[in-house]
T-cell receptor, first 114, second 110 residues
Framework: NAGVTQTPKFRVLKTGQSMTLLCAQD?????MYWYRQDPGMGLRLIHY???????AKGEVPDGYNVSRLKKQNFLLGLESAAPSQTSVYFC?????????????FGPGTRLTVL | DAKTTQPNSMESNEEEPVHLPCNHS???????IHWYRQLPSQGPEYVIH???SNVNNRMASLAIAEDRKSSTLILHRATLRDAAVYYC???????????FGKGITLSVRP
């Protein structure tokens, strides 16, 4: 199993550009999450999904949109990137039951907005 | 949401035990205590979790105070690879959300 994978690993955008970050998991997990991590800080939840076709806002959702059209994929979109969105983005997943609430994280996407 | 308090940093020597403290005085009766760690330039990884009783796994041990207002993550023999940020997290929150604080940065001296 590949676990949780994220594409791309690095990206540089100019202010106002758009992009989509892809998260894929092959563990048949129901829950998926997008977090951002700024230097010296813990992770903050952007959006999450409790199943295919569902999404919900987390702690810092402004400026981002998400979609979960397939159970294994969770997309994070930036419609008009801003320098404040420079961060490392992590995706995570977990099963509906069991596992003691363990979340499985991807390796991260480092995004720079100029 | 109940919050946790951790020291900013701690140093240890290689091959010695490490005790990482966490205070959570407002923990609710249904909150589990989770520990995750984040190695440099990697995503967080699960370490251990518990509710009331002490827990052991291949990575670490979790000692939970009788009143559950504090807990300690124990690494029995620190290695250089254990140098990371360790997060103590209560939950799960609604829809199994995790709320990360700043964590404690563990440095391991050779």
């Amino acid at each position: 199993n590949a676990g949780v994978t994220q594409t791309p690993k690095f990206r540089v955008l100019k202010t106002g550009q758009s992009m989509t970050l892809l998260c894929a998991q092959d563990m048949n997990h129901e829950y998926m999450y997008w977090y951002r991590q700024d230097p010296g800080m813990g992770l903050r939840l952007i959006h999450y999904s409790v199943g295919e076709g569902t999404t919900a806002k987390g702690e810092v959702p402004d400026g981002y949109n998400v979609s979960r059209l397939k159970k294994q994929n969770f997309l994070l979109g930036l419609e008009s990137a801003a320098p404040s969105q420079t961060s490392v983005y992590f995706c995570a997943s977990r099963p509906l039951k069991g596992g003691g609430n363990e979340q499985f994280f991807g390796p991260g996407t480092r995004l720079t907005v100029l | 949401d109940a919050k946790t308090t951790q020291p900013n940093s701690m140093e240890s020597n290689e091959e010695e035990p490490v005790h990482l403290p966490c205070n959570h005085s407002t923990i609710s009766g249904t909150d589990y205590i989770h520990w995750y760690r984040q190695l440099p330039s990697q995503g967080p990884e699960y370490v251990i979790h518990g509710l009331t009783s002490n827990v052991n796994n291949r990575m670490a041990s979790l000692a939970i105070a009788e009143d559950r207002k504090s807990s300690t993550l124990i690494l029995h023999r620190a290695t250089l690879r254990d140098a990371a940020v360790y997060y103590c997290i209560l939950g799960p929150g609604a829809n199994s959300k995790l709320t990360f604080g700043k964590g404690i940065t563990l440095s391991v001296r050779p």
